[in-house]
Structures are given as C-alpha cells and as structure tokens.
C-alpha cells in the first residue's frame, strides 16, 4: 500500500486507510479513486497528488 500527498496543501491519502468520510474503503488503491476525487482540504484535483513511500 502507498501514500499520496497533496503538492498545494501537505493533505495525505494512505491507501491503507482509504478515506471513509468520502465512502473510500481501505484498501482502494489511488489509480481507482473516482475521477471527480478532490483533496478533501483545498480541493484540488487528482492530478495534484504525487507519490510519497
């Protein structure tokens, strides 16, 4: 499992834990987030996200 940081605000999406406020369950993997996913801080776009482990 990987973590995806946010470049605008630092936000942190562990693939592990999913996001389950937004109806992620653990486990998704990043590549399957829906495609209108938003940084739940700043709102920025998938595309905003880069690899961090």
Not at 1 to 22: F, L, P, S, T
Not at 25 to 46: I, M, N, R, S, Y
């Amino acid at each position: 499992m990987a973590r995806y940081g946010c470049i605008v605000c630092g936000w942190i999406y562990d693939e592990e834990e999913g996001y389950e406020e937004m109806g992620i369950a653990p486990g998704t993997p990043f590549e399957e987030l829906p495609e209108d996913f938003t940084c739940p801080l700043c709102g920025v776009e998938k595309d905003q996200f880069d690899l961090i482990d």
